[in-house]
């Protein structure tokens, strides 16, 4: 019994620093059981470790107790970004509508803000650490984070007008834990709110609003993206710009930049005298620059219009009429490539000013341009990095004067060659095409004199200028509306300024002299009969204005978007275009195609015999040996097409000899190449959702694609393999264009030839019979397989399987003076849709037949409801 005792004396002994008076009764209880498992005397460290761990369990026990008196346990935090993303929309959807059910608002119609978050920020900066303000504040912004302390403290990062601040949620006296938990819970990222309360600061001295109030204003469905690693994917950057000016603050700041150069330049032009105009978008002839332009349709007009690559020749009659000096700031569109530095549709400046020349306009463009670099800057010098953030940058200096080329001269000096001076010469084209060869320079065809020298300038001078550089002096033959140099003899007043290798701004004194003006077209009309599209055409009504006088004048067009890009250091044209042009995405064409098949499947399916019957019916009561000439389509080829519509023009009178073969080559080419920009995206011509349609409807025929192609599908496949426009004669390069146009198919048939009266789409019979085009001239028709489909005369096939395989007794050719056009126009998955493509596509006929061809036109649409016509 002693020995117990005897032991604990001893250990009390060996620590004098432990006192029993200032010990704790955990501490007491340690002590008193200082012993192990074996009854032995326990180590000081040993029982150093055993009290420690008695105070920490302690201090823990107490901590939970009174964080569990203030609010409870801290909600588990929502780990959004480890959701599926279309788990996370439904979850929210779902959400929503819980909230709707509940009589909640999600969408509230209005939320009166009383500061906007950038002022809030400058307002209450300067408050000190945990000082609050007693004025009551209501902004909105976006969620950009939420972080929870506990169930009754939430702080939310809010972003608004640009800028970032936090709003603070603190459980009130009196509140219920868990309701205001509830409430809280309910805010997601993204979501936009209004927020009420007071401004102040926290312990950390971080600026925030401490809310009294949170209102939900409109939900963000959709899962943000996190901030690391952010949303960086450029493609998708630019397909959903709401996004990313979302999720990338800097975006902002881009497009801010972009509204203040625009702003700078339209206060500088104002501020000197001129006077802001607009000028028609749509022109009857595309003029003004050296550029492919856009076609679209007038359908009440019935005509065809250019979409504007400039608005230079209408600033001009501005002029002429006594506005001494306008300007504009708008769209110009251009049907060319896309590139780093170049978008079908861009935003320009063009002023003119008369009483100026070239020289003038150099100095205005100093003033101008330096003046907006130390306005954005604060210097003249900006950073800007051409190949991109993450390579090297270059300094470019917009001090003033800028330096000034000659651009013969300097080409010179450059490629160390004499250059021809006189560029309209016979030699002048073989000598640039030499240098061309020799320094191995690639130059599209054709090669016009003015191509292979602007490709030889382009290497040797305008890629090489880092600071700004004005480039003067141009030969006539590449500015047809510049005039002609004073000193400099078959030379212009002309210069284009040049940025780190990229033009910038282009200027010259004004060609004003009718005669000459003239002239100058007359050239471009010949470089583009040697093919060159972007040739400018003849405006006779801009030449005719030139008659009435055009004072000397400067005229001066600048890239805002060019500009923008060296402005805010971006090396792409789409970082400084909100919504840039894009390829539709891949995985968008398959379903296209697919919708399309499956929506005339489910036609075909409703396509009854009751249908088919009173389609009969409608035939049969009209007398097709009335004397008339009718055109109609059978029960059995609307049953392969259902709900399809047969587009027949009629037109007589044709003037084949007088055909205008100039504009119909620019408006087949025009839609050649806007067709090919178009077929680029979907890879192939079989995956065009129209030519899916087609394949369908004849594959369920028999018939083989192969054996007769379709005349789209033909088309369509040169188009995407970069071949020429195909050339027969201006009647057939003309439907051809129309049918490339709307993506339908097309034929046509000399009814001078055609000894029956009517024309008949059907299925053949065994006594029909078919002269193909191919066939020498003693040869007989040959008989065809019945059941095809077919555009027929009496027993004579005029072309196989829907105009797609046509016959040589119907041809059309130069002595062609009566004729009909067809096109079939299949189901495209609304009644309406079908009619209005319909109506287009005879519209475009009409229009054009009567513009080349002076011909009289009638257009039908047939179809179940209508399927014979008279003529």
């Known amino acids: 019994l002693q020995q117990p005792f005897s032991l604990l004396h001893s250990f009390y002994g060996s620590i004098p620093s432990i006192k029993r008076v200032n010990m704790s009764q955990e501490e007491a209880q340690v002590a008193l059981s200082a012993v192990d498992e074996q009854g032995k005397p326990l180590s000081k460290n040993e029982l150093k470790r055993r009290q420690k761990a008695e105070r920490l369990a302690r201090e823990k026990a107490e901590k939970e107790a009174k964080k569990a008196a203030e609010g409870g346990k801290k909600p588990k935090a929502k780990k959004e970004e480890d959701l599926d993303p279309s788990a996370y929309l439904e979850n929210r959807k779902n959400a929503i509508q819980a909230a709707k059910d509940a009589g909640e608002n999600p969408y509230p119609h209005k939320f009166q803000e009383t500061i906007t978050i950038d002022k809030f920020v400058e307002k209450f900066c300067g408050l000190d650490a945990e ?40 459980k009130p006296e009196g509140v219920d834990v868990e309701e205001f938990a509830a409430k809280h819970s309910k805010f997601h990222r993204g979501d936009l709110i209004g927020a009420t309360g007071v401004a102040g600061k926290t312990k950390k001295g971080e600026l925030s609003l401490f809310t009294t109030e949170m209102k939900l204003l409109s939900p963000c469905l959709h899962m943000l993206p996190t901030e690391r690693p952010g949303f960086t994917d450029k493609e998708a950057r630019y397909r959903q710009r709401y996004l990313d000016l979302i999720s990338n603050t800097h975006v902002r700041d881009i497009f801010k930049r972009r509204a203040q150069i625009i702003s700078y330049v339209r206060r500088y032009l104002d501020d000197n005298g001129f006077i802001e105009v607009e000028t028609p978008m749509m022109h009857m002839i595309p003029s003004g620059a050296t550029a492919r332009p856009f076609i679209t349709h007038h359908n009440d007009l019935n005509l065809n219009l250019y979409m504007r690559i400039a608005p230079e020749l209408y600033l001009k009659e501005l002029v002429v009429g006594g506005l001494e000096r306008v300007y504009e700031i708008g769209r110009q569109f251009r049907n060319e490539g896309i590139d780093l530095t170049h978008n079908p549709e861009f935003t320009t400046c063009e002023f003119y000013e008369a009483y100026a020349d070239y020289n003038d306009l150099m100095k205005r463009t100093e003033d101008m341009i330096s003046g907006l670099v130390m306005k954005l800057h604060g210097s003249y010098i900006v950073k800007y990095h051409p190949n991109g953030p993450e390579n090297e940058g270059v300094e470019i200096d917009f001090t003033p ?87 400099k003899p078959g030379m212009t007043e002309r210069f284009e300024l040049f940025v780190c290798g990229k033009e910038l701004a282009n200027a010259y004194t004004e060609l004003n002299d009718p005669k000459v003006q003239r002239e100058r077209f007359s050239q471009q009309l010949a470089d583009k009969d040697a093919g060159d599209d972007e040739a400018q055409p003849l405006d006779e009504g801009f030449c005719t204005s030139l008659e009435y006088g055009l004072p000397p004048t400067g005229g001066w067009g600048l890239g805002i978007d060019r500009l923008a890009m060296f402005m805010n250091d971006c090396n792409n044209i789409k970082e400084v275009l909100l919504f840039p042009a894009m390829k539709p995405e891949d995985n968008s064409v398959a379903p296209m195609a697919a919708a399309a098949v499956a929506k005339m499947t489910e036609k075909e399916a409703s396509f009854t015999a009751e249908d088919e019957s009173a389609m009969t019916k409608a035939l049969g009561s009209v007398k097709l040996d009335d004397g008339c000439s009718h055109f109609s389509v059978s029960p059995s080829v609307m049953k392969i097409m259902p709900g399809s519509k047969i587009v027949v023009v009629v037109a007589e009178g044709i003037d084949m000899a007088g055909a205008k073969a100039d504009e119909i080559k620019l408006h087949k080419n025009g839609v050649w190449k806007a067709a090919k920009l178009a077929a680029d995206k979907y890879g192939n011509a079989q995956s065009h959702p129209n030519v899916a349609m087609y394949r369908n409807a004849l594959a369920k025929h028999g018939v083989s694609m192969k054996k007769y192609p379709l005349n789209i599908e033909t088309l369509l496949k040169r188009c995407l393999k970069g071949g020429e426009a195909p050339s027969i004669n201006s009647f057939v390069d003309f439907y051809n264009a129309v049918s490339l146009e709307h993506v339908v198919t097309a034929g046509a048939f000399d009814l001078d030839s055609v000894h029956e009266k009517n024309v008949e789409l059907r299925t053949t019979t065994e006594s029909d019979s078919f002269l193909p085009l191919d066939a020498k001239e003693n040869d007989e028709p040959t008989a065809v397989s019945s059941g095809e489909v077919a555009y027929t005369a009496g027993s004579t096939v005029l072309a196989r399987h829907l105009a797609w395989k046509q016959s040589k007794l119907a041809l059309i050719s130069a002595a062609t003076t009566r004729a009909m056009i067809v096109s079939e126009v299949l189901f495209r998955g609304e009644d309406d849709l079908t009619s209005n493509v319909a109506a287009q596509v005879a519209a475009s006929y009409k229009s054009g037949l009567e513009k080349y061809f002076a011909a009289k036109v009638q257009t039908f649409i047939v179809d179940a409801s209508s399927p014979v016509v008279t003529f």
């Not at 009551?136 to 702080?155: D, E, H, Q, T, V």
Request: hydrophobic content about 40%.
């Open 131 to 170: 000082a609050k303000d007693n004025e009551s504040l209501s902004f909105a912004g976006r969620i950009k984070s939420i972080r929870c302390a506990s169930k009754a403290l939430w702080f939310f990062d809010v972003r608004g007008w640009g800028t970032k601040v936090q709003v603070v949620a603190q």
């Open 401 to 487: 004067p800028f330096k000034r080329v000659s651009m013969l001269e300097g080409l010179e000096e450059a490629c160390g060659e004499k250059v021809p001076r006189d560029l309209f010469a016979a030699d002048a084209n073989a000598r640039l095409q030499e240098l061309v060869n020799k320094f191995e320079l690639q130059c599209s065809p054709p090669l016009t004199t003015a191509r292979l020298l602007d490709k030889l300038v382009d290497h040797f001078l305008e890629s090489r200028y880092t600071n700004p550089t004005f480039l003067c002096d141009h030969p006539e033959i590449m500015s047809p509306l510049a005039k002609w140099h004073r000193s």
